[in-house]
C-alpha cells in the first residue's frame, strides 16, 4: 500500500517503510500508509512484528524537511501530533515490534524506532536528533523516549549537540540491543520474532502491556498492575498447558511434548 508494504510469514509480519529515493522520509502520506499498515495487520494470527526500511542506505532519514518547511505554528503543531499519534498506535500495539534499523535513523527516525520494543541495527546505522539544527526541537517523541531509554543527561547532550552516533556507540549506550552486518539484520530481526512467536501468545502481550504501563506510575503501583495481568494469565490454556507440559517433563522427560500455544 503506497508507501509501506506489509509481508505476513505465518506468525510474524514485517512492515517495511518503503521510499527509498527519499531514504524514506516520514511525509503525511508514509505516516498515513504506516498507520493503515498496523490497523491492517490481524493480530490474532501475527505475534511479532519487524519494522524497517527499504534499501541499504536508510531505515528512515527524518521527517520530511521539504513538507515541514512551510508549515505555520499551528500546522507544525498538528504535524508533530500526527506523528505522535502514530508512533504511540506502534508503541502501544498489542504484540512486540522490532526494529530492524538498516541505515540512518536520525529525527523522525530515531523516534520512531524508539517507539518500538526492541532496536537492531546494522553496522552502518547512524542515529541523531538532529533538529536544533534546523531551528526545531524533536517533535515525534524524541525528547521523552530518548530520555527514558538512555538517561536525560545522555539524551539533552545528543539532542542538544545534534550530533549523529554510529552503531557501536548506540549500542555503548543502549539504545540498541544488538549491531550485526548488513546482509545478516533482518534474517536476525526474523528469528527473534519468531522466537517471541513461539511463545504463549496472551502472556507476551500481558508482560509488554506490564512493562511499558508500569513505567508510567510509581512501583507500587507497577507492581499492582504486575499483579493483576499474572492473575489474568491463569485463565486462560495456555498456562494450563504449558505449566502441565513441564510437569511432565519434570516427572518424565519421554512424556514432553512441543506446546503450540493457541493464538490470542
Known sequence: MGFVNCEVKENIAVVTIN???????????????????FDGIDTNVVRAVVLTGAGEKSFVAGADIGEMS??????????????????RKIEEFPVPVIAAINGFALGGGCEISMSCDIRICSENAMFGQPEVGLGITPGFGGTQRLARLIGAGMAKQLIYT???????????????????????????AEKMASQIAANAPIAVRACKKAINDGLQVNIDDALVIEEKLFGSCFETEDQREGMANFLRKKDDPAKVKVVAFKNA
Not at 521510499?19 to 499498515?37: G, H, I, M, T
Not at 512551510?70 to 508512533?87: Q, R, V, Y
Not at 554510529?166 to 534474517?187: C, F, H, M, S, T
Open 162 to 188: 545534534a550530533r549523529n552516533i554510529k552503531a557501536d556507540e548506540a549500542y555503548r549506550i543502549g539504545l540498541v540491543n544488538a549491531v550485526y552486518p548488513q546482509e545478516e539484520l533482518l534474517a536476525a
Open 19 to 37: 521510499r527509498p529515493e527519499a531514504l524514506n522520509a516520514l511525509n503525511s502520506q508514509v505516516l498515513d500508509d504506516l498507520a493503515a499498515a
Open 70 to 87: 512551510t508549515l505555520s505554528k499551528a500546522e507544525g503543531e498538528a504535524f508533530g501530533k500526527k506523528g505522535n499519534d502514530i508512533f
